[in-house]
DNA sequence: CAAACATGCAACCACATGGTTGCATGTTTT
DNA sequence: AAAACATGCAACCATGTGGTTGCATGTTTG
């Protein structure tokens, strides 16, 4: 994985509005698009350019279904976001480790 | 945890840079920003902005030293993201499992 | 004290972003 | 066929962002 794509992922994330779409598909099935621009307190197309951030990021996909279009929550960003910061997390554990054993020498 | 705080973790990690700047300082010790701004390829103040950016959403300390000043990593951010999409993830496995269930019946 | 060093601050610039409105287009429903 | 609906596209605007340069300031070192 890129750092690039990463980024991304992370930066895709890095908003309230669009956290909040995450957020809602996560709970349950595939939205359509005016549903899910609903309560976020913008317009319609507005909601639209925050989804098409989450589509380009490829955290969300769309799947057009006769006038409407699907919005479904692609895990898989996720869990690469996830995976991330758990390697960051590591090397910092083992950081922490080698810290105490040098002190307890 | 507000929204908005994790919101801004996730910006904060949006950005190649400030990723790569992350990256370099969980592998080890706190640095300072003179070193930290070598190899980014963009000039000391414009890291500096990336850094002031991660200060800003608490990823990142800063502790003054003498003329120097040291950039820490803080470990509660990433834990924090980490936790906000391990929730996602969590809400996102149940509803498969019930979906799975439901076509067993 | 003077030179070198590490950093801070402010102004500036190009471009991205988040939002709006207006209108066009394809799809159901009646 | 007409009305209602869900969406798309483009233009526009204010503000934020990522970067630069120039200069000022405090801190070591010689």
């Known amino acids: 994985m890129s ?3 990463i980024a991304q992922i992370f930066k895709a994330l890095g908003d ?3 956290l909040q779409i995450v957020q809602r598909l996560s709970n349950g099935t595939a939205l359509c698009m005016g549903e899910l621009s609903k309560d976020l307190g913008i317009s319609r ?3 639209r ?3 098409q951030a989450l589509v380009s990021a ?4 769309l799947h057009p279904a006769g006038r409407e279009v699907k919005v479904q929550l692609d895990a898989a960003a996720l869990q690469q976001g996830r995976d991330f910061i758990t390697a960051l997390e590591a090397q910092w554990d083992q950081r922490l480790l080698a810290l105490k054993q040098f002190t307890e020498q």
């Open 3 to 5: 750092q690039a794509a």
């Open 16 to 18: 309230p509005v669009r």
């Open 45 to 47: 197309q507005g909601a």
């Open 49 to 51: 350019k925050q989804i």
């Open 58 to 61: 490829k955290v969300v996909q």
